[in-house]
């Protein structure tokens, strides 16, 4: 998954308790935020009739097909630095006879609602050499279990080929080194894009998934530690990659989109100059980790907030989505089975990334990963499917705590290609930071939720008022909050219930400190799926 190298750019060993009680100044007391807060109302003004963007995907998690060992060692290798040469993107998922662990597998991933998911995979698994193609393997097998699911939810797919790891087309130099092979960039492009080309043939046309709707080549080809390297050890150029699955692609009569440059680091400043592949991309999509709170000493988010707007109109000037195909936390910690990924703090900030990005155009949200090991480069999953003292699959898969809840009940209540509408944020700031983050969202069937993210350690009074709703309906409140940090076994029910007139949609509420809420027309018992694909408005 992510490079070492990025660890120096976070505050890795920082302990959340001792974060809480910074302010944005990183002075103040939580009890001084706390009365600052409480003399600063937040108005949250939604225009249900002006149209932000319509999300040409959702909102999901990466599933990955590769069960394999990749290697992992904490001896440094002598040209990659990882310790884990595929990051966490391999292990922790159960046969794909197992039907009991998948009947698990298929009620977590309904009641998250995850409608627009990576599915990710390597060469090794369907052409182990040259030519010579395997459709009926346990990963492959896994691979159809995954997009069985997708087709079956009606949730769409951004396929993703994470790396080669093929003998056959590594560099010979790296082709008796494990970690090479997986690092290594494909030695024949024209081989590289016919094999490719030749999976998707069979999963589109002869298993007959319409899920797939992206393409992406390659995980994160940027950086002397990535998956697209020519020997010794130099970054490939991602063109010619394209370029020859495009060409295998169309001559297979395949008209899947390309997305790229699937880049690590966050969305960078808009130059498209630095990229020369443009007219072969149907999409864009960037990987992002380095982000923080605002009021953090690292926090970056309002800088990628303007870089991702910039990008956003300038690839829907184009006609093109953009999508944050990774994202994840690790300025709380990360590495071996670190449970920082995972922490309170840590999905907070990524539901709040979410939430202030959709307001920033983006397309589509993929969080790192729903089946992890969580001992790899730390505790990314939604569910706990591996026991990391044993090395072992467990036999009942329960919630990660934190994870779970306060990034589920985001996907729970959104569906996919729903409208963003024009929400604007006023008050709750703290010293010079804003606090509260809220977006609108409208399903293709009109069900309208309204996400409210509150990062101060303190509750916040809001005033929420719809302009432009064209009939009575009514929003019912779900919500986590800090004080439910490291539970697994929280019960997302309706909290109360906000009747709203046509003519007079106002209402007043308070959310709590650290936490997601979400005002939603749909009205969901715990026991119920989250929203996957739309339904009729409640």
Not at 101 to 126: C, K, P, S, T
Not at 458 to 473: F, H, K, P, W
Not at 512 to 517: G, L
Request: proline share 6%; charged share 25%.
């Amino acid at each position: 998954m992510k490079p070492t190298s990025f660890i120096i750019l976070l505050l890795a060993t920082a302990q959340p308790t001792a974060l809480l009680a910074q302010a944005a100044s990183g002075k103040e007391s939580v009890a001084s935020d706390q009365a600052a807060a409480a003399t600063n109302e937040v108005r949250i003004a939604v225009d249900l009739t002006r149209l932000i963007n319509t999300m040409r995907g959702g909102i999901g998690a990466s599933w990955h097909a590769i069960e394999e060992p990749i290697p992992y060692s904490d001896k440094p290798h002598p040209v990659f630095g990882n310790r884990s040469h595929g990051g966490s993107g391999w292990g922790a998922y159960p046969p794909a006879e197992d039907d009991a662990a998948w009947a698990q597998i298929d009620r977590h991933a309904r009641w998250l609602g995850f409608d627009w998911n990576r599915v990710e995979f390597e060469q090794r698994i369907y052409e182990p050499e040259r030519g010579q193609f395997s459709w009926d393997n346990p990963e492959m097998r896994i691979l159809y279990r995954i997009l069985d699911w997708c087709e079956r939810n009606k949730a769409d797919v951004f396929l993703q080929q994470m790396w080669g790891n093929v003998r056959w087309n590594t560099f010979p130099e790296w082709r008796d080194d494990p970690a090479g092979r997986v690092h290594s960039g494909p030695l024949s492009m024209d081989d590289f894009g016919e094999g490719l080309a030749t999976l998707v043939e069979h999963l589109v046309k002869k298993k007959g998934y319409t899920c797939i709707r992206w393409l992406c080549i390659n995980n994160e080809p940027n950086g002397n530690w990535s998956w697209w390297q020519g020997y010794p050890n130099h970054l490939l150029p991602l063109k010619p990659g394209l370029a020859a699955v495009r060409k295998a692609l169309d001559a297979r009569g395949l008209n899947l989109p390309l997305s790229g440059p699937d880049m690590t680091g966050g969305v960078p400043e808009l130059d498209p100059g630095k990229l020369d592949f443009h007219e072969l991309l149907g999409a864009y999509d960037f990987h992002s980790y380095n982000e923080d709170f605002d009021w953090r000493p690292k926090g970056q988010m309002a800088r990628f907030d303007k870089t991702t707007r910039d990008w956003t109109a300038w690839a829907h000037e184009r006609g093109k989505p953009l999508f944050m195909s990774e994202f994840g936390t690790m300025a709380y910690g990360w590495l071996a089975a670190h449970p920082g990924p995972g922490s309170y703090e840590a999905v907070l900030k990524d539901a709040e990334l979410v939430v202030r990005r959709l307001n920033a155009g983006v397309d589509g949200f993929n969080r790192w990963s729903f089946l992890n090991r969580g001992d790899l480069d730390g505790q990314w999953q939604f569910i706990e499917t591996w026991d990391r003292k044993t090395g072992k699959l467990l036999k009942d898969f329960t919630p990660h705590p934190n994870t779970y809840f306060a990034l589920g009940v985001l996907s729970r209540f959104t569906a996919k290609h729903s409208a963003v509408l024009a929400c604007n944020v006023t008050g709750g700031r703290i010293g010079e930071w804003p606090r509260v983050f809220a977006t609108m969202l409208r399903s293709p069937k009109g069900n309208l939720t309204l996400a409210v993210v509150n990062d101060a350690p303190a509750s916040q009074d809001v005033s929420i008022e719809l302009r432009g709703l064209a009939r009575n309906t009514r929003l019912h409140r779900y919500g986590v909050s800090e004080t439910e940090r490291d539970r697994a076994d929280l019960k997302i029910e309706p909290q109360a219930a906000f009747p709203l007139a046509r003519t007079s949609a106002a209402f007043r509420d308070r959310v709590a400190p650290m936490s997601v809420t979400i005002y939603s027309t749909y009205k969901l018992a715990h026991s119920d799926d989250g929203v996957t694909s739309d339904r009729k408005r409640e």
